[in-house]
C-alpha cells in the first residue's frame, strides 16, 4: 500500500541532508540490485550523480539494503515530485543494466507504487527486461516526451504546417529553411548567430531543408550552444541529462533514458527521428560525472519570467535569438559548469575535442560545395 502524500503543512522542502541522501542512495541501488549484486557502474553513477546533485559525498558499497516499504517511510513527508526524482533515479540505474534482469524490473515497480508513483517508463523498463525490444521501442514512443504530442505543440518549431508526429522530418519547408539561415544575419555573440556558426561548422543542414534533422530535434541544438556542450556523442547525453533535469515534467525524463537506452545499452536502434545507436558511451572515463554534473544544472535553471523549471524543447528560441548569449544564460539562472566536469572531459561546441571527425569532414564538404573557405569558430578535434 502506497504511503499518502504529506500534506500542505507537513511537507519536507528542505534539501535532503547526508544521512538522508545515503538513504536513498541505498534505497535506489536496493531496488535495482540483480540478484549477482548491483554493478560497479551503477555505484559509480550514483555517487557521481549524488554527490552532483546533493553535495554529499556518498560510498554506496557501505550503504544497508533498504526494501519497499522502508524507502516509502523515509520519503513519507517529501512532495510527490520529489519521490518521482527518486523514481527515475531507479529507472536511470536500472537503464544502465546489461541486460536488465525481469526481477530488477519488478522490484523497481514496487518500489513506485509503494511511493504512490505510476510513471510510464515504468513500463519501458518492463519491456527491455523482457528482451522484445521491437515492442520496446514502440511501447517508448508511447510513453516517452512525445506521448501526449499536439499539433500545437508545433508552434515553436515554426514549421510551415502542423506535424502530427513529434519527431517527424521536415526537409521541404523553404520558409523554415530560410528563417534559420537568417540567423546568420544576427549581430555576432547573438544566440542566434552562434547557432548558425554552430551548423555551419559542422556542415549540419538548417532544418527545413533536405537532410536536415527533425525540427523537434534541432531544438537541442540550441541547448548545446546555451549550455556550453559539444556535439561529440557523449556530449548528447550531458545535453539531454541538462535538458531533463531542467524540466519537472515527468516526461522531459524520457529524453534522458531515450539516449541512454541509445548510447549506453543500445536497447533502442533508433531514436528522435534521427539519432542511431551507438553503445558504451556513458560507462566511458568520467561520463558519470559529466552526468551528474549536467543534471545538476538543468535542476539549477529557471524559466523565463520567473516560471520555476523549463522544458527547453518547447522553448520558441527564435524570440530570443537576437539577445547576446550571455545575456540569454543569465535569463534561464544557468550555472557554469563544475571544475570536475571539466577535468572529467566536458567541452564545449568551441573546443577542442567538441566537435567530431565526421563532422568536421562535413563541414568543410558543406564549405568546399558554397565555395566559401571553411571556418569551425574555435571548434576542433
Request: aromatic letters at 8%; zero cysteines.
Amino acid at each position: 500500500m502506497a504511503v499518502p502524500f504529506p500534506s500542505d503543512d507537513d511537507v519536507n522542502l528542505d534539501p535532503p541532508e547526508k544521512s538522508e541522501s545515503e538513504k536513498h542512495a541505498a534505497a535506489i541501488l536496493s531496488a535495482t540490485r540483480p540478484p549477482s549484486g548491483n554493478t560497479e557502474f551503477q555505484h559509480l553513477l550514483m555517487e557521481a550523480t549524488f554527490e552532483a546533485m546533493t553535495g554529499h559525498t556518498i560510498d554506496t558499497r557501505d550503504l544497508p539494503f533498504i526494501d519497499a516499504e522502508t524507502n516509502a517511510r523515509n520519503l513519507a513527508r517529501r512532495a510527490p515530485g520529489f519521490r518521482m526524482r527518486m523514481v527515475h533515479m531507479m529507472v536511470l540505474s536500472a537503464l544502465v543494466l546489461r541486460p536488465i534482469p525481469r526481477v530488477v524490473a519488478a522490484q523497481v515497480a514496487d518500489y513506485s507504487r509503494s511511493l504512490g508513483i505510476d510513471d510510464s517508463l515504468l513500463r519501458t523498463v518492463e519491456q527491455f527486461a523482457s528482451s522484445d525490444k521491437a515492442l520496446a521501442a514502440v511501447d517508448f514512443e508511447r510513453n516517452g516526451y512525445t506521448a501526449e504530442w499536439s499539433p500545437e505543440r508545433t508552434e515553436a518549431l515554426h514549421t510551415e504546417a502542423a506535424r502530427d508526429d513529434g519527431w517527424a522530418t521536415s526537409e521541404d519547408d523553404p520558409e523554415l529553411a530560410a528563417r534559420w539561415a537568417a540567423l546568420a544575419d544576427l549581430p555576432e555573440g547573438t544566440l542566434g548567430r552562434r547557432v548558425h556558426e554552430f551548423y555551419l561548422a559542422r556542415g549540419f543542414s538548417f532544418p527545413g531543408s533536405p537532410g536536415s534533422a527533425p525540427p523537434l530535434l534541432a531544438q537541442h541544438d540550441w541547448v548545446h550552444v546555451l549550455a556550453d556542450y559539444g556535439t561529440k556523442v557523449e556530449a548528447e547525453l550531458e545535453v539531454f541529462a541538462f535538458i531533463a533535469r531542467a524540466n519537472d515534467d515527468p516526461r522531459g525524463f524520457s529524453l534522458l533514458a531515450m539516449v541512454v537506452s541509445l548510447f549506453e545499452t543500445g536497447y533502442l536502434a533508433e531514436g528522435a527521428g534521427l539519432f542511431e545507436a551507438f553503445p558504451g558511451q556513458l560507462s566511458a572515463d568520467g561520463m558519470t560525472v559529466r552526468i551528474g554534473d549536467a543534471m545538476r544544472r538543468g535542476a539549477l535553471t529557471s524559466g523565463l519570467d520567473g516560471e520555476p523549471d523549463v522544458d527547453f524543447m518547447a522553448v520558441d528560441w527564435f524570440t530570443l535569438a537576437d539577445r547576446p548569449l550571455g545575456e540569454v544564460q543569465r535569463a534561464f539562472g544557468l550555472t557554469p559548469k563544475s571544475d570536475k566536469a571539466i577535468a572529467a572531459g566536458s567541452v564545449g561546441p568551441w573546443e577542442k575535442g567538441g566537435i567530431s571527425e565526421a563532422q568536421l569532414a562535413m563541414g568543410r564538404r558543406m564549405a568546399e560545395e558554397q565555395n566559401r573557405p571553411y571556418e569551425g569558430f574555435g571548434a576542433e578535434l
